[in-house]
């Protein structure tokens, strides 16, 4: 019995769907699991670090108002959302066949120091006098 090309998504059988194969390899979506999982807990470091990093920097300064606080809020809503880029990306490098592990380390390191260095550039600004 031949399958139906012209089945829908949700009539057809798993094996049609995308990156089921009959020779074993995972789904698109248990690769997107394991991924997210084995980065959010890269993501507990990176929030950590990232606050470290910022305390030091209010700590050393001597200064934390309004506008440094805002900014460091900001901040952190930003740095958190394009932390999901990593994922993103390593997941689809799996899903294409390659190697993940070492992208993987590649985009957290090359992440983590792209995001002290914003949060120094950025709260070096709110510490300079106004520059006009």
Known sequence: ?????????????????????????????????????VWEKLHVV????????????????GSLDRRVLRVVIEGAVVA????????LMETYIHWLGYDRRWPRWVMFTGGTLLAIILAVGVLATQ??????
């Open 1 to 37: 019995m031949s399958e139906n090309p012209y089945l829908s998504p949700s009539e057809a059988t798993p094996s049609a769907t995308v990156g089921l194969t009959d020779s074993g390899e995972s789904s698109l979506q248990d690769i997107a699991r394991q991924t997210f999982l």
């Open 46 to 61: 990176y929030v950590a670090v990232l606050a470290l990093v910022t305390l030091l920097l209010i700590v050393t300064t």
């Open 80 to 87: 958190n959302i394009a932390y999901f880029a990593g994922p």
């Open 127 to 132: 510490w300079l006098p106004d520059q006009n």
